[in-house]
């Protein structure tokens, strides 16, 4: 059993609400007062009051009804994994993994599901629990986007093939929207989102439209996007994005 207590901050009468908002991305010192003189924010259930003291490592803050994350001893990453590096902070065999992309952050991270080795793009990594398991989990149904070069000319009718479903050796697969970017005869640009976390599922639908994949990017996860990140690169998710994560697994 574990004989951890629930952190505290250092002053035993809390810390400043303001001052949590804006150290947790919300906005300025000024910026997120007016948030709360205007009722919009919340803590455990009430309308916080401006120069209220609260726990961040154990109250329930939220803003316009989303949650906020104030708790700073969690933390959460984007890295757009470059292609040929396992979803892995370890390999046995010496194969290039996650964990020097990560190493300037003290927290443990572990990162939120798979992308194949070829596949590169958004990955998420974190060290809160609760969050990663929701975002893994098939009830939540997150949504995924990627970007594929595929082999020979796409139609767009494939759309509606690929939306009701194909079926793979593990079961029916659909996308839940597929856009043709660029289509020439000899290989087309697609995009694709789904919520499926199966392994290389696009990989094998497309390969089973006979379309096989040339080169695979996920651009999205969730609300996380990549953005301006180059392969290597990492940011931290705060403040409202990190918020909308949050609110679309129910926490």
């Given at each position: 059993m574990s004989t951890d207590t629930p952190r505290q901050p250092a002053d035993p009468r809390g810390i400043r609400l303001q001052k949590v908002l804006a150290q947790a991305g919300l906005g300025s010192r000024r910026s997120t007062e007016e948030l709360i003189d205007e009722g919009r924010v919340m803590v455990n259930g009430h309308v916080a009051r401006l120069g209220e003291r609260v726990n961040p490592y154990q109250d329930a803050i939220s803003v316009d009804g989303m949650p906020v994350q104030v708790d700073d001893t969690k933390l959460t990453v984007v890295l757009y994994k470059p292609p040929g590096v396992l979803s892995a902070m370890t390999?046995?065999?010496?194969?290039?993994?996650?964990?020097?992309?990560?190493?300037?952050?003290?927290?443990?991270?572990?990162?939120?599901?798979?992308?194949?080795?070829?596949?590169?793009?958004?990955?998420?990594?974190?060290?809160?629990?609760?969050?990663?398991?929701?975002?893994?989990?098939?009830?939540?149904?997150?949504?995924?986007?990627?970007?594929?070069?595929?082999?020979?000319?796409?139609?767009?009718?494939?759309?509606?093939?690929?939306?009701?479903?194909v079926m793979l050796d593990d079961g029916l697969a659909r996308a839940d929207k597929f856009v043709v970017r660029e289509s020439q005869p000899k290989n087309s640009i697609v995009e694709i989102t789904l919520h499926s976390g199966r392994n290389r599922v696009i990989r094998r639908m497309m390969e089973e439209v006979h379309h096989p994949v040339m080169e695979l990017v996920r651009m999205k996860f969730a609300n996380i996007e990549a953005g301006h990140l180059k392969p290597g690169q990492v940011r931290v998710i705060r403040g409202t994005e990190l918020s909308a994560l949050m609110h679309m697994v129910g926490m």
């Amino acid at each position: 059993m574990s004989t951890d207590t629930p952190r505290q901050p250092a002053d035993p009468r809390g810390i400043r609400l303001q001052k949590v908002l804006a150290q947790a991305g919300l906005g300025s010192r000024r910026s997120t007062e007016e948030l709360i003189d205007e009722g919009r924010v919340m803590v455990n259930g009430h309308v916080a009051r401006l120069g209220e003291r609260v726990n961040p490592y154990q109250d329930a803050i939220s803003v316009d009804g989303m949650p906020v994350q104030v708790d700073d001893t969690k933390l959460t990453v984007v890295l757009y994994k470059p292609p040929g590096v396992l979803s892995a902070m370890t390999d046995d065999a010496g194969r290039p993994t996650l964990a020097p992309y990560v190493e300037k952050y003290p927290e443990h991270l572990v990162h939120v599901g798979r992308l194949d080795e070829d596949t590169e793009g958004v990955i998420l990594l974190s060290n809160d629990g609760e969050l990663t398991y929701r975002l893994t989990h098939p009830k939540y149904e997150i949504p995924k986007t990627y970007i594929a070069r595929v082999e020979g000319r796409v139609t767009r009718g494939l759309g509606a093939v690929l939306e009701k479903g194909v079926m793979l050796d593990d079961g029916l697969a659909r996308a839940d929207k597929f856009v043709v970017r660029e289509s020439q005869p000899k290989n087309s640009i697609v995009e694709i989102t789904l919520h499926s976390g199966r392994n290389r599922v696009i990989r094998r639908m497309m390969e089973e439209v006979h379309h096989p994949v040339m080169e695979l990017v996920r651009m999205k996860f969730a609300n996380i996007e990549a953005g301006h990140l180059k392969p290597g690169q990492v940011r931290v998710i705060r403040g409202t994005e990190l918020s909308a994560l949050m609110h679309m697994v129910g926490m």
